[in-house]
């Protein structure tokens, strides 16, 4: 068989779980176009290596100490092995003495996928555009972080399995910052990010490939 029919055939065969795949589990913090970028770096991920990203982005307030692992069970059924699974808890109590919030985790489904990515540099990638301190609301900044996270988690598992995503963004943290501290009026961020910044980008890209 050629290399030709053999990638017809596993496209056969992952298509109708292209189809059907969501790679939200729950979010009530997302914008839809947000939405739409997770969903299509996590099928472009599938298709390349046959890593599932999943993804719960939620507004719950979690008490202290509050095990993200077994909460993950919950969505157990609903996701295909093998699988990360990224959690992104901005309310979420770190101390209650300090009134910190805003827990982070990823929950690989076996040792070999936890290998296929920094724990700390995805972290930090979400990190870097929340702690921003300036005048943009909560919710652009929690958006534009779980795409950036997700985005370079998604990187990593690709380039570990020797792929590299088209659907993904650069990791420009000082980029980015600097466009929060300048669009101040809520959801004008997003708008910039999906239709002007994020566009030029992959053009400028595509062009040197």
């Keep these: 068989m050629s290399k030709a029919q053999v990638r017809a055939t596993l496209l056969a065969l992952?298509?109708?779980l292209l189809l059907n795949a969501t790679y939200i589990l729950h979010e009530?913090?997302?914008k839809p176009q947000a939405s739409k970028m997770i969903e299509e770096m996590g099928s472009e991920l599938l298709t390349k290596t046959g890593i599932n990203a999943y993804l719960i982005a939620t507004n719950e307030v979690f008490p202290e100490r509050y095990n993200l692992v077994e909460y993950s069970k919950k969505y157990e059924s609903n996701m295909s092995k093998p699988?990360?699974?990224f959690i992104f808890a901005p309310y979420a109590v770190i101390t209650e003495e300090?009134?910190?919030r805003g827990r982070f985790g990823i929950i690989p489904s076996s040792n070999e996928v936890k290998k296929l990515y920094d724990y700390d540099e995805v972290r930090d990638a979400a990190i870097d555009i929340v702690a921003v301190k300036d005048e943009n609301?909560?919710?652009d900044k929690h958006n534009i972080g779980v795409v950036q996270a997700y985005s370079t988690l998604a990187d990593q598992i690709a380039a570990s399995k020797g792929e590299t995503m088209t659907t993904t963004i650069p990791d420009e943290t000082g980029i980015v910052i600097y466009i929060l501290?300048?669009?101040v009026y809520s959801g004008s961020i997003?708008?910039?990010?999906?239709?002007?910044?994020?566009?030029l980008i992959k053009r400028i890209r595509d062009g040197k490939q």
């Excluded at 997003?190 to 566009?199: D, E």
């Design 14 to 16: 992952l298509l109708p």
């Design 28 to 30: 009530n913090i997302l």
């Design 83 to 85: 699988y990360v699974l």
């Design 98 to 100: 300090s009134g910190q």
């Design 137 to 139: 609301s909560d919710e």
């Design 181 to 183: 501290k300048i669009f």
């Design 190 to 199: 997003f708008v910039f990010w999906i239709f002007l910044f994020r566009p």
